[in-house]
């Protein structure tokens, strides 16, 4: 009787190890994909005022000529 409770104490811990491993995986997921969001913005953000800045340079080029 032993060798069988055993076994299922072994395989209720080894299931609640994965449990906790997946919450881990998530929970690392979820912030992964905050900073890549972020990210973006910044990238997006920066995009604009290159596009902004080239036509000020544009701009300032026409008037010198």
């Known amino acids: 009787m032993f060798w069988p409770m055993l076994a ?3 395989g209720f811990a080894g299931i609640a190890v994965l449990g906790v491993l997946g919450i881990r ?3 690392e997921a979820e912030r992964l994909g ?6 973006s913005r ?5 995009a ?3 596009e902004r800045a080239a ?6 080029g026409d008037a010198l000529r």
């Open 25 to 27: 995986v998530f929970v």
């Open 34 to 39: 905050r900073q890549v969001e972020a990210g």
């Open 48 to 50: 604009e005022e290159l």
């Open 55 to 60: 036509a000020d340079a544009a701009r300032t």
């Open 42 to 46: 910044r990238i997006s953000r920066a």
């Open 8 to 10: 299922i104490a072994l």
